[in-house]
């Protein structure tokens, strides 16, 4: 498999050359989302790690109890910690964003809206004079209405030997009961990627 995608950057890498670099779009380069240009995190990284946390959560004990009920409870997603040394929080974004549609068009919870949410974690953020401290997003919950939030950390290992270097992402996300600060659901799923000779 590695091969195939090999032949496939060789050969978008001699086109590039033969005729000067042309930008392109994923259908018309077959394969062109499936191969790594980086160790950074990327769309196939990140439909990795959401559908290893989706499946988690939707088969999770506080799903089904959040599906018994006559009304579905109220839900905020905050924003996911990049204790990685790497720039990736529209990454981490777009991660949040993925799973905020999966709960709203599954039916199982209210969302708060992400721009409400958004203002109030930056007023937050300007009264603790910088980065969203997770400590606080109970608070927050509570002033949003939301009886749960969903959360998470990234992290990240990085080895480089001879010129090769090798990426592992840890994505750790959890549900956390507002009123109790109790975690109600918790999942780890990692990915490894490599600059290999």
């Known amino acids: 498999m590695r091969y195939y995608y090999f032949l496939?950057?060789?050969f978008v890498s001699i086109f590039a050359v033969a005729c000067g670099a042309n930008y392109v779009r994923g259908d018309e380069v077959e394969g062109l989302d499936e191969y790594a240009m980086s160790t950074g995190l990327d769309k196939v990284d990140l439909e990795k790690l959401f559908d290893a946390n989706i499946e988690s959560l939707m088969s999770s004990a506080v799903v089904s109890k959040w599906k018994e009920e006559s009304e579905p409870p109220v839900v905020s997603i905050f924003p996911i910690a990049n204790e990685t040394s790497e720039h990736i929080r529209e990454s981490l974004d777009t991660?949040?964003?993925?799973m905020e549609t999966q709960m709203i068009n599954s039916g199982i919870a209210t969302m708060i809206d992400h721009d409400q949410q958004s203002r109030l974690i930056e007023e937050v953020r300007k009264q603790q004079g910088g980065d969203f401290d997770q400590s606080?997003?109970?608070?927050?919950?509570?002033q949003l209405g939301a009886?749960?939030?969903i959360t998470g950390k990234i992290h990240s290992s990085s080895e480089k030997v001879k010129g090769e270097k090798r990426v592992q992402y840890f994505l750790f996300m959890k549900v956390v009961d507002v009123e109790t600060g109790v975690i109600r659901w918790q999942n780890e799923s990692n990915l490894t990627k490599g600059l290999v000779k």
Not at 95 to 98: D, H, R, V
Not at 136 to 142: E, L, Q
């Open 147 to 149: 009886k749960f939030f």
């Open 136 to 142: 606080k997003s109970a608070d927050i919950g509570r």
């Open 95 to 98: 991660l949040s964003s993925k």
């Open 8 to 10: 496939i950057l060789s």
